[in-house]
């Protein structure tokens, strides 16, 4: 079955420093890997989305992801956070073909100080 | 394209009651979802449709749960007999019948039961 790991409930940064959203997958093929952005109130909006080709993928906002499937994982980073960004982060794997059955990760809050 | 949208945003009811939530998805797509998500927890899949065709149920979709999708266009889902365990946001998406493996989110349905 596939599964998702974020294993950082919450990750505080400020404004104008680096980011890495932590995601490690279990997937028994290859797998669609995706992150969706939820701001409060708002519904989930796609970030970006890996299914072949480059392994560094650059997705809305400014963020880019990161393929790795020796480690089963698909971080999400940003160079320089700002406090816009202040939301809650999921990554999400699904299976290629099919219906896209997605299963999400639990979540990373991101909380921004000045 | 006026998104995803669902009714009612939120509905308070005594445990007991029966509740319906009502999803539009994009006017294209012929894919609809219905997910649900808790404090803390990611959005956890419910069920698909395929135009009017309901192809999959998840094992968290008890008999008291309905969803339908009677013209291939909107989408109803049914709780009867509501329990405290059932307040969640619930998520409506819907998707192209292409390999894109995007879901368009909804705001969400916020039931909370007394």
């Known amino acids: 079955a596939q599964s998702v790991t974020q294993p950082d409930i919450h990750i505080t940064v400020s404004e104008g420093a680096s980011l890495e959203l932590r995601c490690n997958y279990s997937y028994g093929a290859t797998p669609y890997l995706f992150w969706y952005v939820q701001s409060p109130g708002q519904g989930l909006q796609l970030l970006l989305k890996y299914f072949s080709g480059d392994t560094l993928v650059q997705g809305i906002k400014g963020f880019e992801a990161e393929f790795k499937r020796s480690q089963s994982s698909f971080n999400l980073r940003k160079p320089s956070v700002h406090w816009s960004d202040a939301a809650e982060y999921f990554c999400?794997?699904?299976?290629?073909?099919?219906?896209?059955?997605?299963?999400f990760g639990t979540g990373t809050k991101l909380q921004v100080i000045p | 394209d006026t998104g995803v949208s669902q009714d009612p945003r939120h509905k308070i009811t005594k445990r007991g009651q029966n509740v319906t939530f009502r999803c539009d998805p994009i006017?294209?797509?012929?894919?609809l979802y219905w997910y649900r998500q808790t404090l803390g927890q990611g959005p956890e899949f419910l069920t698909y449709f395929q135009n009017e065709a309901q192809l999959e149920k998840s094992r968290l979709l008890s008999d008291r749960f309905s969803a339908e999708r009677p013209k291939g266009s909107f989408s109803t889902l049914e709780i009867q007999r509501t329990e405290q365990g059932d307040s969640a946001m619930y998520l409506c998406?819907?998707?192209?019948?292409?390999?894109?493996?995007?879901?368009?989110f909804g705001e969400g349905s916020r039931l909370t039961v007394l």
């Open positions: 999400a794997v699904g299976p290629l073909g099919g219906y896209q059955k997605v299963t």
């Open positions: 998406a819907s998707s192209l019948d292409l390999n894109t493996g995007e879901l368009f």
């Open positions: 006017s294209e797509h012929n894919r």
